[in-house]
């Protein structure tokens, strides 16, 4: 488990709708942060069904939702859960905070 925030970009790289993504400095987790109506949220940037990089899909502002653009599974990018097939497990969520000028996430698992 990771105790050290990974820096993600300046605040003002990651405005409403947009994304940015990076890895954990300690356990190299991809991560993808997303900007949703201005509250940000952090995934482990890997889709659950094959392990594609879900910072590469779409993201459904109205349903808060991002979609892999591999298979066209859909997680709730507030709690990662998955929303339809062919993924069905969850995708980890990151804790994610703003300090200093910019967005720091972490991978928090043990
Ligand atoms: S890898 Fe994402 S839906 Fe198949």
């Given at each position: ?26 356990t190299?987790?991809?991560?993808v ?6 509250t ?11 392990d594609?990089?879900?910072s ?40 994610v ?14």
């Open positions: 488990m990771s105790d050290t925030w990974t820096f993600v970009c300046a605040t003002g790289e990651l405005l409403p709708g947009e994304k940015k993504t990076a890895f954990d400095d300690v190299g987790a991809p991560i942060v997303f900007n949703l109506d201005g940000l949220y952090a995934l482990e940037d890997k889709c659950t069904h094959e594609f990089e879900l590469a899909g779409q993201v459904d502002a109205a349903e808060g939702s991002v979609e892999c653009v591999l298979h066209g599974a859909r997680f709730d990018i507030r709690d990662g859960r998955a929303l339809c097939a062919p993924a069905y497990e969850p995708v980890a969520r990151f804790p905070r703003i300090a200093d000028g910019g967005v720091w996430a972490r991978d928090d698992r043990d």
